[in-house]
């Protein structure tokens, strides 16, 4: 599976910005498909994810104010960041797996480049 993550930049704290997540190699139907990000010298962390049919897990941190969806037409997903803050900055990394969802790294056999957020306060 190949994964391309798109969208980040900079953005005021209040802001918004929508990340964007492509897949391919692998049927998308099969996919749980998620976002993690990493701060600079902290450990990578679970953000969100989505199940094929809409099912959804977010961190305590992100709820309320980010929103993950999936077009599996299109095989994408995004995540729309609303509200953002300085302790939102990170690299965005998308990733995927087969079966259940889960908010461990360790679970996820696919990644993406990642993307940086960047949040001005």
């Known amino acids: 599976v190949q994964l391309q993550a798109s969208g980040g930049g900079v953005v005021q704290a209040g802001g918004s910005l929508r990340l964007s997540c492509a897949a391919s190699g692998r049927p998308f139907s099969a996919l749980v498909m998620s976002w993690f990000r990493q701060a600079p010298g902290k450990e990578r962390e679970f953000v969100s994810a989505i199940t094929w049919s809409g099912i959804t897990i977010n961190a305590d941190a992100v709820k309320g104010r980010f929103t993950i969806s999936r077009d599996n037409t299109k095989n994408t997903m995004d995540l729309q960041m609303n509200s953002l803050k300085p302790e939102d900055t990170a690299v965005y990394y998308c990733?995927?797996?087969?079966?259940?969802?889960?908010?461990?790294?360790?679970?996820?056999?696919?990644w993406g480049q990642g993307t940086l957020v960047t949040v001005s306060s």
């Open positions: 990733a995927a797996r087969l079966t259940y969802l889960s908010r461990s790294s360790e679970n996820y056999d696919y």
